[in-house]
Structure formats: C-alpha cells, structure tokens
C-alpha cells in the first residue's frame, strides 16, 4: 500500500504570487488534511477535509483554499503570497474524520 | 482558546534513563489527546493516544495518561534507547465548534548511548 505523497518536494516563489500543493492520500482513507510547519515549531491545522467538503479550519485566511477530489486526493492554494508563508506544508489522511494521521514528508516553500 | 503547551527540548538523556515530558492542554468540551513522534529524516507518526479521562495511551514502552483534572498528558518511557531520539509533539482534537487539530511545539529527545 501506498502512503501519503505531496508534490512537489520543494518550490520557491515570490511574494504575491499564487501556489498549488498536491497530495495523494493513502489508499482507502477518504479524509486529508493540511498543516503549516515553521521553523522548530509544531504543525499548524490549516483546514480538513472529508469527503470533498470542508468540515474543519484553523485559523488561516481566504487565501489559504483548497479542494478534495473523488479519489480523496487534495490540494492546497494560496494566493497572494507573502514572505511569512514560507514554511514546511503538510498534507495527512487518515481512514475517517478524528482517526489516526498519516503524515506524508511535506512541501517545503519558500518566498522571497 | 484552545492551545497545547510543551516542555521546552532539547531533553538529552542517557540510554536507560527514565524519560517524561510535560504537555498540558486547554480545551473547552473533551478533547482527545495524542503524542506523535517525528524521526530524523522521517514524517510524523501517531506514537500513542487516548479519547477519555483516565485513559491510559501506549505503545513501544511509550504510555501518557489522560488526567482531566490537571488538564495534562505527559508522555513517559521507563528506559529510553538511543533509537528513541526524535522530536515528540503533544497534540489534541477539539470537539467543541470547528472540529480542528492542534498540536504542540515539539521536544527534541537525545539519547546518548
């Protein structure tokens, strides 16, 4: 079985811009969600979502969107970057909505 | 609101030293509580977890105990082994309004042999 993969692995941007992140989940869970991980600091719960609908969010603003697709896979979006988005992104899934994470190794994003 | 406060790493041990550290919660309902773990080079991995009051969460020598009247959660390991050096987050799920996941800021563990 596969796990969680997020692509790309890194990407830099410039401040304003927009960005895409992708995440496959592992097979058969049909909930992923998204974290923003500082420097030495712990993940931050951007927003979730279970079977394509968004049933949880942190507190992170419009410009941070995403979406989930039929086949549970997802994506983050963030416009108008600025220089404080750069951080590592993380995508987990899991098999239902307060189960067990499943962490995949991260986007790392940085904007200048 | 909510928020999980840790105790500040690094923490360096020797091997088979006894291991805890702290984590405290404020959450308003009844949260459940995990500790994750995050290995060198490696993503994070749920370690152990407990969705009650009293509950007692373990896994590979690793256990935490659900103590609501102290609002804590402190992760404890007997004897800990070199291979145990990682980074440890405490973390909860609230279950009051927007269901959302909030973690910890981490404890770098060390064990030197």
């Known amino acids: 079985e596969t796990g969680v993969t997020q692509s790309p692995t890194h990407l830099i941007k410039t401040r304003g811009q927009q960005v895409t992140l992708r995440c496959s989940s592992q097979s058969g869970h049909n909930t992923v969600s998204w974290y923003q991980q500082a420097l030495g600091q712990g993940p931050q719960f951007i927003f979730q979502?279970?079977?394509?609908?968004?049933?949880g969010r942190g507190n992170f603003p419009p410009r941070f969107s995403g979406l989930q697709f039929p086949n549970y896979s997802s994506e983050l979006n963030v416009n108008a970057l600025e220089l404080d988005d750069s951080a590592l992104y993380l995508c987990?899934?899991?098999?239902?909505?307060?189960?067990?994470?499943?962490f995949g190794s991260g986007t790392q994003l940085s904007v200048l | 609101g909510d928020s999980v406060t840790q105790m500040e790493g690094p923490v360096t041990l020797s091997e088979e030293a006894f291991l805890t550290i702290n984590c405290t919660y404020t959450a308003t309902g009844y949260p459940s509580l995990f500790w994750y773990v995050q290995y060198p080079g490696e993503g994070l991995q749920l370690l152990l977890k407990a969705t009650k009051a009293d509950d007692k969460g373990s896994n590979k020598g690793f256990e935490a105990t659900y103590r609501k009247e102290t609002t804590s959660f402190h992760l404890e390991k007997g004897s800990v082994q070199v291979s145990d050096s990682a980074v440890y987050f405490c973390a909860l799920i609230t279950t009051s309004g927007t269901y959302k996941y909030i973690f910890g800021t981490g404890t770098r563990l060390k064990v030197l042999a």
């Open positions: 979502y279970y079977r394509e609908e968004e049933n």
């Open positions: 987990a899934s899991s098999l239902e909505e307060f189960g067990k994470l499943f």
